[in-house]
């Protein structure tokens, strides 16, 4: 008699496990990182643009909102990306950033009954953290748990584990995105010196491609932002580069055919420095300043470097190289195997222990 309802118990127990989710709602992309069902061994990653586009109904007049690369390719003049500068900033992001999240959970069926992780960026600007912590709490996700942990820090943890062991360690992880630059030392997951500057982004590189490729082509050639990036994205390589064409229509008609030696590599070159002196020339001496000993300590671990810009190959190896040179003493990267999609990677796994699995 016991023993059956302690089963009873037991299976009541399971089919209540809520799902541990990962949340990045980034800049750029936002990236949700989940096991479909408790039982399939396969995980879902959702990536995104961090867009929407509102629009009418033809026929019953209702506002609509279209969110992700759908909005961006159908309404190029009116999709909004809300969380451009890093986080909502008004009530009006605020509220556009909520309807985008309830769009994406919806549209991707994330199941409510769930622990959710969310990855936040390090900033000091406490209105544009308050307005995100409503965006989340506002969402109907995260039913059993609803944490946020900083974003270099569920980055860091792929990049040190095949668990959650960064958090018990020591280490500094450095995370580079499309708005910000931040490095931080982490100390047992609390965070030490948290440093983060505007100043080196992924968002300056495509501003810096776009005044390059007017100057490579002799002002022949004036791409927008939007290709920009996807010139780095797809063409973006350090130490290993090739020239690539592209083609634009002339207003007169015909076409113009182009090639790109210089200007990504440039732009990126550009990054490294300035990415390697906030580095090495700020954050470091702040961190010796403050913690001596924690500074020796992570210097001698590998050091993490996450986000997007990350992703470029040969990028985190030459950052490492041009650090050693800065601080003129060996220091090691890792990076994640997806730096892009190691936040919410990381956040998932943390999840997964506050949902006790
Ligand atoms: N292969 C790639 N995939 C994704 N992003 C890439 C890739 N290569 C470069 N990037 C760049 O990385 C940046 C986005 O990084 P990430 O997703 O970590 O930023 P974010 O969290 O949205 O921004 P932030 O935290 O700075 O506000 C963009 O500048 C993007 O163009
Ligand atoms: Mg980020």
Redo the contacts with the bound molecule.
């Keep these: 008699m016991a023993a059956e309802s302690e089963s009873a118990d037991d299976d009541s127990f399971e089919s209540s496990n809520p799902t541990p989710i990962g949340v990045?709602l980034?800049?750029?992309?936002t990236v949700l990182r989940y096991f479909e069902n408790a039982d399939s061994d396969e995980l879902t990653t959702v990536r995104t643009l961090?867009c929407l586009a509102l629009y009418e109904d033809a026929i019953t007049g209702e506002e609509k909102a279209l969110f992700g690369e759908q909005a961006a390719a159908e309404y190029p003049d009116r999709v909004q990306y809300m969380?451009r500068s890093?986080l909502p900033e008004d009530d009006e992001r605020a509220e556009l950033a909520g309807r985008f999240f309830r769009e994406l959970l919806s549209a991707n069926g994330v199941p409510s009954d769930s622990a959710v992780v969310y990855a936040i960026?390090t900033m000091d600007n406490d209105a544009g953290l308050e307005n995100l912590t409503e965006v989340i709490e506002s969402s109907n996700i995260g039913a059993h748990t609803m944490r946020a942990y900083p974003?270099s820090l569920c980055g860091a943890i792929p990049a040190m584990g095949d668990g959650v062991e960064a958090v018990d360690d020591v280490f500094i992880s450095v995370?580079?995105?499309?708005?910000?630059l931040?490095a931080c030392a982490y100390r047992r997951g609390d965070q030490l010196v948290p440093f983060s500057t505007g100043s080196v982004?992924?968002?300056d590189?495509?501003r810096r491609i776009v005044a390059n490729v007017e100057e490579e082509t002799q002002g022949r050639v004036h791409v927008d932002l939007t290709t920009a990036?996807e010139y780095?994205?797809e063409h973006?390589n350090v130490g290993n580069f090739e020239p690539f064409s592209d083609v634009i229509q002339q207003p007169g008609g015909g076409s113009h055919e182009y090639t790109i030696e210089d200007s990504v590599v440039d732009a990126l070159d550009w990054y490294l420095d300035a990415a390697v002196n906030e580095v090495a020339n700020e954050f470091l001496p702040e961190l010796a300043n403050d913690y001596m000993k924690v500074y020796q300590l992570s210097l001698n671990n590998d050091i993490a470097v996450?986000?997007?810009?990350a992703?470029?190959p040969g990028l985190a190896e030459e950052f490492e190289r041009r650090l050693c040179e800065e601080l003129d003493r060996d220091v090691n990267v890792v990076v994640p195997d997806e730096?892009?999609l190691a936040?919410a990677e990381g956040a998932r796994r943390i999840a997964e222990k506050l949902a006790g699995q």
């Design positions: 990045k980034g800049s750029t992309r961090t969380l890093g960026p974003e995370n580079m995105g499309s708005t910000n931040e982004t992924g968002n590189v495509d990036r780095k994205e973006g996450t986000g997007g810009m992703c470029i730096p892009d936040a």
